[in-house]
């Protein structure tokens, strides 16, 4: 029975067959047809847009309309022929995304045809190196650091090059969206490589700004970074976001993520285009 529910759309003048969404769906709904990516199954479309960041023309968004319901019975048919770490990012694909029931589903599953979960070795493996089944904790250098006042005491100080950065730390999958120097901040999120084309990088971009850096071509959770995103725009309420991505193609998934995080999101918030040259210097700058 087909109802109203979340689901991919392709814009297909936009797609140009890179392939980059079809391994970020682990699902298995994407396919490359004839050049273009498809959608091939209603019911193997979770509809929750991991594919979207993948993208790098935008070609890619999530709308409401009229499918059939997602199946995981079919969707863990697919992962268990291609192995345990592609059902294991499936899994944390759905935890990641509090999807208890389709967690649920998929390990009744395992189960029942005596699949293994491959989480289990993972913990295992934890609990054998002293950690208790957790993941390591307290590393300095994800450890949340306010650094506005020494970025305004350098001011004066005279030097060549002053760093602006005014956080630690940037990365996207390290940062906390309630530390306070997000709060109503200006936000630049900036392609890991736009700081190293671009020479005058923290004074044209990250002085008096929040920063955050990512990768949309090889970083993975690209799910993680569109929540964080989100609740970067909803609930740090930051007054504007400004991406800075490389004139490449695969950095276009940046902007999308952003997109999607601000169309998601409860309030709106004005969203830019720096695109920046492989050989430095600005090649185009818009509101989009």
Same mark, same amino acid.
């Given at each position: 029975m087909k109802t109203k529910r979340q689901i991919i759309r392709i814009d297909e003048g936009k797609c140009d067959g890179c392939g980059n969404c079809v391994t970020g769906c682990h699902e298995g709904a994407l396919r490359v047809i004839d050049g273009k990516a498809r959608l091939v199954s209603d019911l193997l479309c979770d509809g929750l847009g991991a594919c979207i960041g993948e993208c790098p023309r935008g070609a890619i968004a999530v709308e409401e309309r009229t499918a059939g319901p997602y199946d995981e019975e079919k969707v863990m048919e697919g992962m268990a022929r291609h192995g345990a770490n592609t059902i294991k990012a499936h899994l944390k694909h759905l935890a990641d995304h509090g999807q208890k029931k389709f967690l649920g589903q998929a390990l009744d599953y395992m189960?029942?045809?005596?699949?293994?979960?491959?989480?289990? $070795?993972?913990?295992?493996?934890?609990?054998? @190196?002293?950690?208790?089944?957790? $993941?390591?904790?307290?590393?300095?250098?994800? @450890?949340?650091m306010d650094l506005r006042g020494a970025a305004a005491a350098e001011e004066g100080e005279g030097r060549a090059a002053v760093s602006r950065l005014r956080q630690w730390p940037v990365q996207l999958h390290l940062v906390s969206p309630s530390a306070p120097y997000f709060e109503k901040a200006d936000l630049v999120v900036a392609a890991d490589c736009a700081a190293y084309a671009y020479g005058n990088f923290h004074e044209d971009f990250i002085k008096g700004k929040a920063l955050v850096i990512a990768c949309p071509k090889l970083d993975d959770g690209l799910e993680v970074y569109q929540e964080k995103l989100q609740a970067l725009i909803e609930d740090a309420k930051v007054n504007t976001v400004t991406v800075v991505q490389m004139e490449v193609p695969c950095c276009g998934g940046l902007l999308a993520l952003v997109k999607r995080a601000a169309e998601l999101a409860g309030r709106k918030v004005p969203v830019k285009r720096v695109v920046i040259g492989i050989q430095g210097g600005v090649k185009s700058e818009d509101w989009v």
């Open positions: 189960k029942r045809h005596g699949i293994r979960d491959p989480r289990e $070795e993972e913990m295992t493996q934890h609990k054998e @190196r002293g950690h208790g089944g957790h $993941e390591p904790c307290g590393c300095p250098g994800g @450890r949340t």
